[in-house]
């Protein structure tokens, strides 16, 4: 199976600041990745697929890049409302697994 | 617009079985190049992928429950199932049903709104 790592696991930053979440994969996943935001009680929403493909509806600081192992996504100005949990999914192989989420929270 | 529900018991004892269904609607589950796949998320925790099943009926499971779970399809009632055996309270979990496929813009792009499930006696 393919492990997803993501650090950190939690993070604390300002509004405006550029933050950034990394998840390596144990093997290369080309660009077989997506990323989920979740707020918390609600559905998980996809932000990002095939690795840098913006989901439409969702602003444009978020964006994502990488591909093989590593893969980072990044809020260019974090706003209060980006205060939410964040998953990466490779689905290159089955079975598909999540990264162990990034929970963001506004200093 | 498509939408996935899950409905089933909210409650399953010990070592029972929980038994879970999605209902598709605004497409078809037999659509050539979806797949439709469950995923759990224990209270607190992160997302787990459990199975999928294919627009064809392939299916594929998580390594760690593929002993104890079975996802099927009813294409005439347009919905697919989960079925867990053997339940613990390690299964207690919010069950989501999502549509993804051999493209990338449809992978988990639809979600249910999730259902949770209690494992107690």
């Known amino acids: 199976d393919i492990q997803m790592t993501q650090s950190p696991s939690a993070m604390s930053a300002s509004v405006g600041d550029r933050v950034t979440i990394t998840c390596r994969a144990s093997q290369g996943i080309t660009d077989h990745l997506a990323w989920f935001q979740q707020k918390p009680g609600e559905v998980p929403k996809r932000l990002i697929y095939a690795a840098s493909s913006l989901q439409s509806g969702v602003p444009s600081r978020f964006s994502g890049s990488g591909s093989g192992t590593e893969f980072t996504l990044t809020i260019s100005s974090l706003q209060p409302e980006d205060c939410a949990t964040y998953y990466c999914?490779?689905?290159?192989?089955?079975?598909?697994?999540f990264g162990g989420g990034t929970k963001v929270e506004i200093k | 617009q498509l939408q996935l529900q899950e409905s089933g018991p909210g409650l399953v004892k010990p070592s029972e079985t929980l038994s879970l269904t999605c209902t598709v609607s605004g497409d078809s589950i037999s659509s050539n190049s979806y797949s439709w796949g469950w995923i759990r998320q224990p209270p607190g925790k992160g997302l787990e992928w459990i199975g999928s099943i294919s627009y064809s009926g392939s299916t594929n499971y998580n390594s760690s429950l593929r002993s104890r779970v079975t996802i099927s399809a009813d294409t005439s009632k347009n919905h697919f199932s989960l079925t867990l055996s053997s339940v613990t309270a390690a299964d207690t979990a919010v069950y989501y049903c999502a549509r993804h496929g051999n493209t990338y813009d449809v992978m988990f792009d639809y979600w249910g709104q999730g259902t949770l499930v209690t494992v107690s006696s």
């Open positions: 999914l490779q689905h290159n192989n089955y079975p598909l697994t």
